[in-house]
């Protein structure tokens, strides 16, 4: 059964911090994606990586950077966290060589920043 | 670019009574569709895509849809509606070609089956 695991369901944090969220996949999926979904927006792409250590924005990328370090793992970070990325947090992944493929999502991350 | 438009944000439904989701979409190119489901505190899992042929796409736990080119939809369709079915709905389209082409998701629907 393919699998994507996000490193925390929940998550409370302070303005200011730096906060990294990590998602793990073991289908050997080349592409992988963060987004983040709030009510009325659905989701929204905010860095997506093709390879490892490869990466390209997405549309909401401002206070946002991201690492692919390995094929598997990809991590979201916020520098310095803030009121306004209180929000779910979705990572998935796909076959990069696969035109028709879905992509695979992880349970998600509902982060908090106060 | 592409598009995607779900009009309904919520569509409430009684148990065991039939229940369509709306989606249309946009796109200058052939496209992908998909629909996902979202469980209460939960990911995205695929429900059903088009990808070509056959424009009635049949998916899991019941749920159809009707790809229609000339009206650019994609709705969703299931005939009689359970209490599990209760979830957000997530209509998307992709672009054809290889490598990464963007998805775009709909603002989702939220299907609520009252007992």
């Known amino acids: 059964d393919v699998k994507v695991t996000q490193s925390s369901r929940y998550l409370v944090k302070r303005t200011g911090e730096k906060v990294f969220l990590e998602c793990v996949q073991d289908?050997?999926?080349?592409?992988m994606f963060w987004y983040r979904q709030d009510p009325g927006l659905g989701l929204r792409l905010i860095y997506f990586?093709?390879?490892?250590?490869?990466?390209e924005k997405g549309d909401i990328p401002e206070g946002y950077s991201v690492s692919r370090e390995k094929k598997e793992r990809f991590s979201l970070i916020l520098e310095s966290a803030s009121t306004n990325q209180t929000s779910m947090y979705l990572c998935?992944?796909?076959?990069?060589?696969?035109?028709?493929?879905?992509?695979?999502f992880g349970p998600g991350t509902r982060l908090l920043v106060l | 670019a592409q598009s995607v438009t779900q009009l309904d944000s919520q569509v409430p439904v009684f148990e065991e009574a039939p229940v369509e989701l709306r989606c249309n979409y946009s796109s200058s190119v052939s496209v992908y569709l998909f629909w996902y489901v979202q469980y209460p505190n939960q990911g995205l899992q695929l429900l059903l895509k088009?990808?070509?042929?056959?424009?009635l796409v049949k998916g899991i736990n019941g749920f159809e849809a009707e790809f229609n080119k000339s009206q650019t939809s994609f709705h969703l369709r299931k005939p009689s509606v359970h209490i599990s079915d209760t979830a957000e709905y997530f209509c998307?389209?992709?672009?054809?070609?290889?490598?990464?082409?963007?998805?775009?998701f709909g603002t989702g629907t939220k299907l609520q089956v009252i007992p």
């Open positions: 289908m050997d999926h080349e592409n």
């Open positions: 990586s093709y390879d490892v250590k490869m990466k």
């Open positions: 088009y990808l070509s042929g056959s424009t």
């Open positions: 998307a389209v992709k672009g054809p070609g290889g490598g990464y082409q963007k998805v775009t």
């Open positions: 998935a992944s796909s076959h990069r060589h696969r035109e028709e493929e879905t992509q695979y």
